[in-house]
């Protein structure tokens, strides 16, 4: 009998990945996609292509063990930092908690930088392994998709090549990198695949989900050496939000995961295999820029 997966953010990029991939193995997993408008288009597409969409909100409580019950695990990334799905998943008792984190930004930073982005994700942790919910911890990196979803690579000022652009970052910080659309899913479903057998060495794990540490400069390069194309890298000022210009500038300071070596053996040790720069370069980043215009064809 297929396992039963709730997935949060299905409609985003890191929920996403995980759903179109379980969807291709339905001898094994069922699909539960958590969302606040079930009869939003997105939602319907999901629905359309075999995800059971059920109404819920996690930031509140009592909408989530209809969510939740039933499920034998979940992949939970989320903007709210709480804890709700943590006690709703254990209430429900699922087998199998895969939770989408970060490390503590006063930590890797020995105190210069305290980012609320990474400290709330970190509280929940330590809130899983205290009411002994069966967990994974999965860290992700810089997504590749942001050159394409924030519009980061686009056509210079002067026509004449191409440009990088990204706030406060700055063009030597060392970024740990992840094709979540080629990656993510994968990792998370290799640890579902392996919970039964292999818990006792699983749980509480934290799983470094990205293939490379690239700083924007070598980024550049390896766009132009595919391209053909003189590429720049420009730092903008900021990015209109306050929590995410003080997440940058700890990237500045430490790097994203500071003395942290990939790929990650733990991952590897799945079976995962991972994929890099050049190949997302080549496969998404140049067709979506002859598309735009912003590369010859």
């Known amino acids: 009998m297929a396992k039963k997966i709730l997935v949060t953010g299905a409609t985003g990029n890191q929920g996403g ?22 009869s939003s288009p997105t939602a319907k597409r999901l629905a359309d292509k075999g995800v059971e969409v059920v109404k819920g909100d996690l930031t509140d409580p009592a909408t989530l063990p209809t969510a939740f019950n039933g499920c034998w695990g979940a992949f939970v990334v989320t903007n709210f930092y709480d804890s709700n799905a943590a006690k709703a998943a254990l209430e429900a008792g699922l087998q199998c908690f895969v939770w989408s984190t970060l490390p503590s930004s006063l930590k890797i930073s ?39 979803l924030r519009g980061h690579v686009r056509k210079s000022e002067d026509g004449k090549g191409l440009e990088f652009r990204q706030p406060i970052i700055q063009a030597n910080t060392r970024l740990h990198m992840l094709w979540v659309q080629r990656d993510l899913g994968v990792i998370v479903k290799a640890i579902l695949d392996n919970w039964d057998t292999r818990k006792k060495d699983l749980v509480y794990q934290h799983f470094y989900a990205m293939d490379a540490i690239h700083t924007p400069t ?69 067709p979506h820029l002859k598309a735009s215009g912003d590369l010859q064809a």
Do not use: W
């Open 17 to 38: 990945s995980v759903v179109k991939l379980l969807l291709q193995y339905p001898e094994q997993y069922a699909v539960r996609a958590l969302t606040r408008n079930p």
């Open 110 to 148: 020995k105190g210069e930088v305290c980012c609320e982005i990474y400290e709330g994700k970190h509280r929940v942790d330590d809130f899983i392994r205290g009411i002994n919910l069966p967990a994974a911890f999965v860290y992700t990196g810089n997504f590749y998709e942001n050159m394409i």
């Open 218 to 286: 070598e980024v550049c390069s390896t766009i132009e050496s595919v391209t053909g194309t003189p590429t720049k890298y420009v730092v903008l000022p900021n990015t209109g939000n306050e929590s995410r210009d003080i997440m940058f500038t700890l990237y500045n300071r430490t790097g994203t995961y500071p003395g942290v070596q990939l790929p990650d053996p733990k991952v590897l040790d799945l079976g995962v295999e991972l994929h890099g720069l050049e190949e997302f370069i080549r496969e998404d980043l140049v």
